[in-house]
């Protein structure tokens, strides 16, 4: 495993739609190391590849100690609603008021290329929107919202 430097707000590539993952191989899996062990020193909830400069659909989110780790992710159910802040290691020292949903399901591939699925409630459910985002080159600043006192971000 390796620390990656995390790309930050400006860079074009963190503008870029990912490419799918045709095959997990080795390099897919070392990268899937990579973000996590990047994310986990950087003290994130969640690392998608174009954040490291990768341009392809691959994303790792940690909510209670449970690690997901995602290849080609998709949203396949949401419901409800959640207004509540973000932040993003890619726009450090920033967070914003962001509308999602309250619970999603995500169909994706593990690190062997096997299909899962996995249903999130609250921190999770945003967590898994907030990277698959990231895959379509959207950033949580593109969805900033006033929140309850009339602030959209804080410093």
């Known amino acids: 495993m390796a620390l990656r430097n995390i790309v930050k707000e400006g860079d074009e590539v963190l503008r870029k739609h990912c490419r799918p993952v045709?095959?997990?191989t080795d390099r897919i899996r070392q990268?899937?190391?990579?973000?996590?062990?990047?994310?986990?020193?950087?003290e994130g909830v969640g690392l998608a590849a174009p954040q490291v400069g990768v341009l392809?659909?691959?994303c790792v989110v940690e909510v209670?100690?449970?690690?997901?780790?995602?290849?080609?992710?998709?949203i396949v159910a949401a419901e409800g609603e959640q207004f509540?802040?973000?932040a993003c290691l890619s726009v450090p020292e920033c967070q914003g008021w962001v509308?999602?949903?309250?619970k999603v399901t995500v169909r994706a591939q593990d690190r062997?290329?096997?299909?899962v699925e996995y249903t999130g409630e609250g921190l999770l459910a945003r967590a898994f929107c907030h990277e698959i985002d990231h895959l379509d080159g959207i950033l949580y600043i593109d969805k900033v919202?006033?929140?309850?006192?009339?602030?959209q971000e804080e410093e």
């Open 84 to 86: 509540d802040q973000e």
């Open 64 to 74: 209670e100690d449970q690690l997901y780790e995602l290849v080609n992710p998709e």
């Open 22 to 24: 045709t095959e997990v």
């Open 56 to 58: 392809r659909r691959v």
């Open 145 to 151: 919202e006033d929140g309850p006192d009339g602030e």
């Open 112 to 115: 062997n290329g096997e299909t």
């Open 31 to 42: 990268l899937i190391d990579d973000l996590t062990e990047t994310m986990r020193d950087a």
């Open 99 to 102: 509308r999602r949903p309250f």
